[in-house]
Every structure is written in structure tokens, then in C-alpha cells.
Nanobody, 114 residues
Framework: QVQLVESGGGLVQAGGSLRLSCTAS????????MAWYRQAPGKQREPVAM???????RYINSVKGRFTISRDNAKNTVYLQMISLKPEDTAVYYC????????WGQGTQVTVSS
């Protein structure tokens, strides 16, 4: 059974930093392209960063230079280091394969106050 468990979110002031973690189980995620997604209130969920099995990463323009995605295949864990956070980064953050599975974890809430 697939499980995705996200953690590390919280409430920070603008300019602050957070590091999100996602541990995957129930499938060999080490051979999958993985991504972090986010869903802001009233908006659709969107991918913000992706990483290949070899470690190549891509980001949406709004987070480039501020977010860094990484992975530890031995631990089936994906990370998202976020710096210089902005109020518009406020959202629930999820990890999943890219393209995503139908299953989603519970996500982790990131709230950035101005």
C-alpha cells in the first residue's frame, strides 16, 4: 500500500525558511520522478518543483532561486528547502510522483505571514 507522509511545515514570517520532508513507502519511489506540489486556498494544486532519479531538478518561475528540491533514494525521502518565503507561498504542500498518483498524502501546511 502506497503511503506518502509530508512533514516540516509551519508558520513563519516573510523572509523565513522551512525544510519539508516527504517519506514514501509501498512502492519503489527511487525509480520515479518525484515532485512537490502545493495547493493554496481557492486554487488548484500545482507542481512547484520536480527531481529526476539522477537528481536533476526543475522549478516553476515563482520559486526559482528560493526553493531547492533534493532526494535520498536510500531513504525513499524527498526534501524541499524553502528560503526567502513570501506570503504567496502559503499553501498545503504535498509530494507525489510526476505524473502524480491518484493517492495523496495529508500534506503539510505552510503559512507565511507578512
Amino acid at each position: 500500500q502506497v503511503q506518502l507522509v509530508e512533514s516540516g511545515g509551519g508558520l513563519v514570517q516573510a523572509g523565513g525558511s522551512l525544510r519539508l520532508s516527504c517519506t514514501a513507502s509501498g512502492s519503489d519511489f527511487s525509480v520515479s520522478v518525484m515532485a512537490w506540489y502545493r495547493q493554496a486556498p481557492g486554487k488548484q494544486r500545482e507542481p512547484v518543483a520536480m527531481i529526476t532519479t539522477g537528481g536533476s531538478a526543475r522549478y516553476i518561475n515563482s520559486v526559482k532561486g528560493r526553493f531547492t528540491i533534493s532526494r535520498d533514494n536510500a531513504k525513499n525521502t524527498v526534501y524541499l528547502q524553502m528560503i526567502s518565503l513570501k506570503p504567496e507561498d502559503t499553501a498545503v504542500y504535498y509530494c507525489n510522483r510526476l505524473p502524480h498518483l491518484d493517492y495523496w498524502g495529508q500534506g503539510t501546511q505552510v503559512t507565511v505571514s507578512s
